[in-house]
């Protein structure tokens, strides 16, 4: 039953993702190199190496009191032996013997407490730990690899894959020590005991072994067959739900609900069986636990009466026979969930192992004095200027005006191999310029933005950004150089305030309040229940998509950079809605350069220039009245004659 | 809680019933097994039974033994068709369920949160069951069984266990009753911090652009950080349950020992008798483990079933109920008499206000407004999305509340604004609208969006794979799809909620071209952001702020009506 719930909901990839979801089926997945895996692991642990220490002393301590002290059952009852019928017996020697008994079981359970608090200390620092290095690195990788993966996979990283690990952490790791330590200290008492009967419970073990290979080797096919249907069913309900709607204006609840039962149905059939095997298995062994049991009392009592053995090893022993067997079957109930935690763990370091964004680059972005002669300098002050740094071969800085200039300068992208995106454009935006970006879906729009703030590099060509190669611009700097506003608004949770202060966190609240004043947002912040201190929630379903566009426009507002990019960002703006803002967006564009790449021609008319792409190269360019004379693609577009799509 | 559950069994109850008993049975076999062994000592041993006795009896012990197998199989094989039966009891419980919902039901709950209602939250109410029916019968029906046959066997020596057991048992209900809210918090704390996390996922974009990279770690890390003290919290005192466990039943193991060894010197027990007491203090120290190992399971599940719980207790807000199964859809009138409405069911926040307005059968009405003037809201109330809050809305000249569901949607199509296609061929996709629809009539209707062409630019025309949610067709396609699919409804009223926005200008005229020469008297209502798709409209509605501005065809609206003229200017300005 373990098992079943590794399957987290499947959830839908990522806006832009190229969609690969759909549920994963993963429960047998197996880890491809245990060792490196589990090394890793303990190297996270090694923080607490002490308490470590104290972990495994306190588990041996517990394991081997529970096998000593059951040995102490063999002098005591035969100690009792002697006594039997005498009228003053001395029981100091019993007295002894349990005092010895009781010190070392008190000795136990004390390991037993240290080691089961230290452990929670360990493991709930380690997942802390695992989780924020895993957090932090992710914030460091590449947007392709967001582009790669679907939400729900990183997500399960981060869910089910940490869960799985606690388990094996807090768990599985003392299980497992606590298991060698009993068996061999089982093991070695048994033989000293009784070889004979060692032998016995040994033949016990191998068909205890055969049982679980048996069973598990059967299971293992049903588990697939069932984690087969499971995604059919999870795929079929995150789809269904999510077209809801759809469904309902369309009067099929009736149909889908047929289908549904359908693939209910036949994963209960697959998940009854799988779920069979898994929990048969417990009883099975347990009770040939007891046949074993069984076994060691009769023939033990048979070699009694012949002389071979005492009544005290026979106690001794039986206690062995549960406690050798008990460890046998944890370990086998818990493999899977040890291998399936262990296959997660090595995909949570996989995902760490990822490169992250590389080439940080030399210049910096510093703020900016100029002095009246035209030089520039260096302050810590919030001048409102900045300047691009960079530090020559001598080791003396230079700086360059941030001014916002743009130029592509023949370059080529592809996103995968041999599948150009981009062919060797050329563009240039001059500061304070307004470019448009038009053309259909896939003919490169995007990519171009994408280039400029470095979310990918350019395979062949340059981009320079006030005569620099945006690759030697640290990334950071660069992209705090510009503003972004995307098609797909993301909102956290928070207050509006706080969702516009994400543009700059040191904003002030009238700063704030200004800037949803340029985005036109104030009018239906206002009108929110508590204004700007409304609480949203994680993706805003509290406003609609327009209102979501206008906090987004505000964040860009407030963040003030020189270059700003507009990706469809008043696409859910009414044009009446847009118009007036359009005040407002001149005054967010003044002197700016601003890439903007809009389906709706009306928003991009007023720009200095127009590409028209195609195909991923630039086939107009131009004013809007100069692209109408020249009656091409452009006035097809704009006079409706050409569809766009 | 997951009493509330229980219909969900189904046909499967017997089997929730048979795996208890089967658990019974194995627990009382397996408590039989160390009398006997006790006897083979007693009898066998020190009583003279001899080697026959030894055999008679141990034969005996292991068959009971296989027996116990036999009757653990079986409830593990019961077990397993309880819960799993269990399981898609409530998966086809609550899709249905949802199924039942209206809109307003499902904005309440998110998507995604509905998602995880029909899957994680059932794997682990079907794991609660399993623990309930197998450990949680097991482990207390083990610890009665064992005492009482304790007492048969030496009522004395039994007082250790009467008197270790209720201290143990009280210190577990002590610790587990502490801990209870503490691992409630604990999953407060995972729930924050998963959110905060698909956030993050979401908007990486955004992060990234704004280089908020520390702003957001940070945040991360005290989630993460909170999360560690509560889970320390919340297992400080649990962890301490087992070795506890232990101490217990090691001071039994001594207390045994010693008063038993006492007993059989003074010859008031006999050797046998003692070992079956130390074997009962094994099986009684597995059952007290097992129950705080269920506890956490327990705990787990519930918030899982209290999730499910809620969906199974919303009560679906538009129903059939007081409708009439026999009446249809007359014509495409519509009917707004004096209609308010409003989401959070609230007078003061009214997102409908008062409005008015009769629409006369194959009458087509555009409808503009610009961002939240409430269009949307508008026309869901026409096939009963939504139920008007005050005043009345009457289809064909009926209330629409006097109509069937099914009967009101099948003659109201509409194109939501955001619209879904499913995974399967464009052919299943347009069926929606028909089930029965031949192929002449999918591509007449296909013909007529316009969307004829670009399918049969595919290689596989019709049968072409759409992925799910139609992610392999542009915004373009997808709308006329969609346009598709509703007229295959053939309806009385076709509603487009801004179905068009991603459609060009030309393609938007020729679809709504085809639309009046083949609609008969279908009445068309269309939203739209461009002046253009409702400029031929017969009447056009100017929606702002929930009520209606204006009414009037395109020449009165521009010369009478401001906010129209604005908008149609704003969409004028610089056309060569």
């Known amino acids: 039953m373990a098992e079943t719930r590794k399957q987290g909901p499947a959830m839908r990839p990522g806006p832009r993702g190229p969609g690969r979801g759909g549920p994963r089926h993963r429960s047998m997945e197996k880890p491809k190199d245990i060792k490196k895996t589990l090394g890793r692991l303990l190297a996270y642990m090694l923080d607490y190496k002490f308490q470590l220490v104290g972990v495994f002393v306190g588990i041996i301590l517990s394991a081997l009191a529970g096998v000593a002290g059951t040995y102490f059952l063999r002098p005591i009852i035969n100690g009792l032996g002697e006594f039997i019928g005498q009228q003053s017996p001395d029981l100091s020697n019993l007295i002894r013997t349990l005092f010895i008994m009781g010190l070392i079981y008190l000795l136990g359970s004390t390991g037993s407490f240290v080691y089961n608090r230290l452990m929670l200390n360990i493991s709930t620092g380690t997942m802390r730990k695992i989780r924020i290095d895993m957090f932090r690195h992710m914030q460091n990788l590449p947007i392709k690899y967001y582009d790669t993966h679907t939400h729900g996979e990183l997500m399960s990283r981060f869910t089910n894959d940490t869960d799985t690990l606690r388990e094996i952490l807090s768990r599985g790791i003392p299980q497992l020590v606590t298991s060698v330590v009993s068996i061999t200290g089982v093991f070695i008492m048994m033989l000293v005991i009784s070889p004979i009967l060692t032998l016995l419970v040994i033949i016990m073990l191998f068909i205890m072994l055969f049982a679980i290979k048996k069973i598990g080797g059967k299971s293992a096919n049903f588990f697939i067959k069932q984690q087969r249907h499971l995604g059919e069913v999870n795929g079929f309900i995150e789809e269904m739900i999510v077209g809801q709607k759809v469904v309902k204006v369309f009067s099929r609840e009736e149909k889908v609900g047929e289908e549904f039962e359908e693939l209910n149905e036949k994963l209960r059939k697959s998940s009854s069986s799988a779920q069979t095997f898994a929990g048969i298995l417990m009883p099975i062994m347990a009770n040939l636990s007891y046949v074993n049991y069984a076994l060691t009392a009769s023939v033990g009592a048979a070699m009694a009466i012949g002389g071979y053995l005492d009544i005290g090893s026979i106690a001794s022993f039986l206690q062995y026979t549960r406690s050798f067997s008990r460890p046998i079957t944890e370990i086998s109930h818990q493999f899977n969930t040890l291998l399936a935690a262990l296959a997660g763990a090595e995909r949570i370091f996989d995902m760490m192992d990822t490169p992250p964004e590389i080439n940080e680059g030399s210049v910096t972005l510093v703020n900016a004095e100029v002095s009246d002669d035209g030089t520039i300098s260096e302050t810590e002050r919030k001048t409102g200027s900045w300047a691009w740094k960079r530090i020559d071969s001598d080791g003396k800085p230079e700086y360059v005006r941030l001014r916002g200039e743009v130029r592509f300068e023949n370059v080529t992208f592809a996103y995968e191999e041999n599948k150009n995106v981009l062919n060797n454009i050329s563009l240039y935006a001059k500061p304070g310029q307004k470019i448009a970006l038009v053309g259909s879906t896939g003919a490169g729009k995007t990519t171009i933005t994408n280039l400029i703030n470095r979310f990918y590099d350019v395979q062949e060509g340059r981009i320079l950004y006030d005569g620099i190669d945006v690759r030697e611009i640290k990334k950071d700097d660069l992209r705090r150089s510009l503003a972004m506003v995307l098609q797909d608004t993301n909102l956290f949770t928070g207050t509006v305030r706080d969702n516009i202060r994400y543009g700059r966190l040191d904003a002030t609240d009238e700063e704030v309040e200004r800037a949803a004043k340029i985005a036109n947002a104030d009018f239906f912040i206002t009108h929110l229940p508590q204004g700007y201190d409304t609480m949203l929630t994680g993706d805003g379903a509290n406003l609609s998509q327009g209102q979501r566009q206008l906090l987004a426009i505000a964040r860009a507002a407030i963040a003030d950079p020189p270059v700003l990019i507009l990706d469809e960002a008043t696409s859910s703006i009414d044009t009446r809605t847009e118009a007036l803002i359009e005040s407002g967006m001149d005054k967010l564009m003044e002197g700016k350069t601003v890439f903007i790449i809009a389906h709706r021609l009306s928003t991009v008319r007023n720009a200095n220039a127009i590409m028209v792409m195609e195909n991923g190269e630039i086939i107009e360019r131009g004013d809007h009245n100069s692209l109408i004379e020249q009656r091409g693609k452009y006035y097809q577009l704009y006079t409706g004659m050409f569809e766009l799509d | ?576």
């Open chain 2, 1 to 576: 809680m997951i009493k509330k559950l229980i219909p969900c069994l189904g046909k499967y109850k017997i089997y929730a019933v048979l795996t208890p008993l089967c658990v019974v049975m194995e627990v009382a076999l397996d408590v039989y097994i160390p009398i006997l062994m006790g006897r083979i000592i007693n009898i066998g041993i020190y009583g003279g039974g001899g080697i026959s006795y030894v055999f008679k009896v141990g034969v005996l012990m292991i068959l009971m033994a296989l027996l116990a197998m036999c009757f653990g199989a079986l409830s593990g094989r019961f077990a397993a068709l309880a819960s799993t039966g269990f399981a898609s009891g409530i998966r086809s419980k609550v899709f249905s369920k949802i199924q039942a919902f209206s809109f307003s039901n499902v904005d309440k709950f998110s998507p995604a949160s509905l998602i995880t209602r029909l899957t994680t939250d059932v794997t682990y109410a079907q794991m609660a069951l399993t623990t309930i029916i197998r450990i949680a019968v097991r482990a207390p029906f083990m610890l009665v069984l064992t005492t009482t046959m304790a007492i048969r066997i030496n009522a004395k020596l039994s007082l250790v266990f009467l008197t270790v057991m209720p201290i143990l048992a009280v210190v577990l209900a002590v610790i587990i009753t502490k801990a209870y809210p503490l691992f409630i918090k604990m999953l407060g704390k995972f729930d924050k911090l998963n959110a905060s996390l698909q956030e993050n996922l979401a908007a990486i974009r955004v992060v990234k652009a704004f280089v908020r990279r520390d702003y957001e770690n940070e945040k991360f890390t005290k989630a993460a950080t909170d999360l560690q003290i509560a889970q320390k919290k919340a297992e400080k005192l649990f962890v301490l349950s087992m070795p506890f466990v232990q101490l217990g039943m090691y001071i039994c193991m001594i207390a045994v020992s010693w008063f038993g060894g006492n007993l059989i010197i003074r010859g008031g027990m006999q050797t046998g008798d003692l070992m079956t007491f130390i074997s009962y203090i094994g099986q009684i120290l597995m059952s007290l483990m097992m129950i705080s190992m269920s506890f956490v399971m327990i705990v787990m599940s519930k918030a899982s079933v209290s999730r499910i719980v809620e969906v199974l207790d919303e009560l679906p807000d538009i129903s059939d109920e007081g409708a009439d199964p026999e009446l249809e859809v007359r014509d495409g009138s519509i009917s707004f008499d004096n209609v308010s409405f409003s989401y959070a069911k609230d007078k003061s926040n009214l997102t409908l206000e008062s409005v008015n307005l009769e629409i006369k059968s194959g009458e087509t009405i555009g409808i503009i407004g610009g961002t939240g003037s409430a269009k949307t809201t508008l026309v869901q109330l026409i096939p009963r999305l939504y139920d008007v809050f005050d005043g009345s809305l009457r289809v064909g000249g009926r209330d629409v509340r006097d109509y069937k569901l099914n009967n009101l949607r099948s003659a109201v199509a509409m194109v939501l604004q955001k619209n879904e296609l499913f995974s399967g061929t464009i052919r299943d996709n347009l069926r929606w609208g028909d089930e029965n629809a031949t192929y002449e009539e999918l591509i007449a209707a296909c013909k007529a969006a316009s969307a004829h062409n670009f399918i049969m630019s595919f290689p596989d025309g019709y049968d072409t794979w759409l992925g799910q949610g139609g992610v392999n067709v542009s915004g373009g396609q997808k709308q006329r799809l969609c346009i598709a699919r509703a007229l295959l409804r053939n309806p009385k009223i076709l509603i487009l909620d801004d179905s068009t926005s991603a459609v060009d200008t030309a393609t938007d005229l020729s679809i709504r071209q085809a639309l009046r020469e083949n609609r008969g008297d279908t009445t068309l209502i269309i939203i739209a952001q461009r002046i253009s798709s409702v400029a031929d409209a017969d009447r056009i509605i100017v929606l702002d702020n929930g009520k209606i501005n204006a009414v009037g065809t395109h020449e009165q609206l521009l010369s009478t009506n401001d906010i129209y003229r604005e908008v149609f200017e704003s969409q004028q300005k610089g056309v060569a």
